[in-house]
């Protein structure tokens, strides 16, 4: 199999996740060349399947591409011996079951981390390993609520709503990808793996950011501002001739361009915008002062115009027109693969490195298409494989 980077290709990552959170930590960590194995129960224990979505749909592939995947039943206590075989030479497992239900099935950090000493053993959940909350079942949207987040979304008065993204879900999973990348430097250092865990809550809470801080440090429970910066002031979307873009003013310099640009520099001297203080009081009618004078052009054009005098601003794309962008293709996000004679594109990693950079060279494995594979790596013979499929534990 070809490797999707040198970065992290010295380790194996073993994979145990299903739907969203783990599987993005999981990705993270193989995009980067790590040898991750995908470990799922086979069809004939689990007809039903346990990844959530199609796998040939557009999730499914975004997030199990660079991976290598067998079928083990882990209910089956020589399911859970060949597991343990390959904890013997891995260096990460990385799971999001329910914090009990590893112990239950005999995998838990204390019992692999006997077998590996040197084991970063990761632990996705919804709500954290322990306390009040440990055993509900965790979901993206559930998280985006009580962490805070629907109730800083959407215009004022409107209700919570939610992101647009699992973001909780996928702040998670990426968090998670970073704890292992600290807990493998620091394993160079004492010789010792540990236990990294996260969860879609402490990510979300921790994704509040400055709104957290205005109320830790200042007292302040923040609300819905809409399209407008709750702080930047004036920073927002506003009307054009053919739609809508957004224009981010922050601070006394920037103002000052945006006014002249607009042709508003009188606005400069008036008192209900001279000061950031008047503006954030005064914002409406700003508002309606800008619109009033950005309803005269077309989007792209005001656009241009404000950035080439130092106005941060841009259009509000849709999807297609995000990828069909200029400077997105120029970044070369995203990356193509053939199958069947088709290019399949993919979102590829974000990061450059300029040695050792990221590909996707590998499509999402079919189900159990690398279990031979790996357990002749493990030394079992083709008598033997057979023999453990027949009695349905691989």
């Known amino acids: 199999m070809a490797s999707a980077s040198t970065a992290l290709a010295r380790f194996k990552v073993l994979d145990l996740t299903r739907v969203r959170a783990g599987p993005t930590c999981a990705r993270q960590l193989a995009d980067w060349g790590a040898d991750v194995i995908k470990i799922e129960t086979p069809p004939s224990v689990d ?18 591409r660079n991976k290598r995947a067998i079928t083990l039943n882990l209910k089956d206590p020589e399911g859970v011996a060949i597991f343990k075989k390959l904890v013997e030479t891995a ?109 879609l809550l402490q990510a979300q809470a921790f994704m509040l950011d400055f709104q957290a801080a205005r109320w830790l440090m200042g007292g302040e429970v923040a609300g819905q501002a809409g399209n407008n910066h709750p702080t930047s002031i004036p920073t927002g979307v506003f009307r054009t001739r053919d739609g809508h873009i957004n224009i981010a003013a922050a601070g006394q310099h920037i103002w000052r361009r945006l006014a002249q ?32 004078r950005t309803m005269a052009d077309d989007s792209s054009a005001w656009v241009e115009k404000l950035n080439q005098v130092g106005v941060p601003a841009g259009p509000i794309n849709t999807i297609d027109q995000v990828f069909a962008d200029p400077q997105v293709q120029h970044l070369g ?28 060279v590998t499509h999402p494995p079919a189900l159990g298409s690398d279990t031979d594979a790996v357990l002749a790596e493990l030394g079992y013979d083709v008598a033997t494989i057979a023999d453990l499929r027949l009695r349905h534990v691989v």
């Not at 007809?47 to 199990?64: C, K, T």
């Not at 979304?153 to 702040?171: F, K, M, N, S």
């Not at 520099?265 to 619109?291: G, M, V």
């Open 333 to 360: 996000i995203v990356q193509s693969l053939e199958r069947d004679g088709a290019d399949v594109r993919y979102v590829g990693q974000p990061i450059r490195l300029s040695r050792t950079p990221s590909a996707i």
């Open 261 to 292: 640009a607009l042709g508003g520099t009188e606005w400069l001297d008036d008192a209900r915008f001279a000061t950031e203080q008047a503006r954030s009081k005064n914002r409406d009618a700003l508002t309606l002062e800008i619109e009033s």
């Open 47 to 64: 007809e039903a399947g346990s990844m959530g979505g199609p796998r040939e749909g557009p999730d499914f592939q975004n997030l199990h």
């Open 91 to 199: 260096d990460v497992v990385v799971e999001n079951y329910r914090p009990d239900v590893k112990d239950r099935l005999g995998i838990g950090y204390a019992t692999l981390s006997a077998i590996n000493p040197q084991l970063v053993y990761v632990s996705i959940s919804g709500f954290g390993q322990d306390g009040p909350y440990a055993g509900r079942p965790g979901f993206d949207q559930i998280a985006q609520g009580l962490g805070g987040l629907m109730s800083i979304t959407g215009l004022p008065g409107q209700g919570p709503v939610r992101v647009g993204i699992p973001i909780a879900d996928l702040c998670a999973g990426i968090f998670a990808a970073q704890g292992v990348l600290v807990a493998l430097l620091e394993r160079d250092v004492s010789g010792l793996g540990q236990w990294v865990q996260t969860s």
